[in-house]
Nanobody
Framework: QVQLVESGGGSVEAGDSLTLICTAS????????MGWFRQRPGDEREIAAA????????YYSDSVKGRFKISRDNKKNTVTLQMNRLKPDDTAMYFC?????????????????WGQGTRVTVSS
């Protein structure tokens, strides 16, 4: 397994930007598909974005598409989520996760390593 630590959360105003960074330690970082999930207060955890091992394949949920950008640096073992034009609805705990592809779709990724999360609060 890989150990994950998120950083970069904070409190901002609507329209601002934030960058979240997930730093991984352990072996075989490049074998993992990486995802950023979020959990709004009172809601279930949902995926916001994901990126394949090489960085060329990316997935975005409809709620963040066009505003968030996911990237990874396999030399530094990091995954970054650049969040732009933030909205109050983006307020959530954000989690980084490492997973293994079990099929041909993004929904087939099994995430089995999770960070502790970083909180993002967006005020109107």
């Amino acid at each position: 397994q890989v150990q994950l630590v998120e950083s970069g959360g904070g409190s901002v105003e609507a329209g601002d930007s934030l960058t979240l960074i997930c730093t991984a330690s352990g072996d075989s970082f490049t074998t993992y598909t990486m995802g950023w999930f979020r959990q709004r207060p009172g809601d279930e955890r949902e995926i916001a974005a994901a990126i394949g091992w090489s960085g060329s394949s990316k997935y975005y949920s409809d709620s963040v598409k066009g505003r968030f950008k996911i990237s990874r640096d396999n030399k530094k073992n990091t995954v970054t989520l650049q969040m732009n034009r933030l909205k109050p609805d983006d307020t959530a705990m954000y989690f980084c996760a490492a997973g293994t592809v079990r099929g041909t779709t993004w929904s087939s990724v099994e995430y089995d390593s999770w960070g502790q999360g970083t909180r993002v609060t967006v005020s109107s």
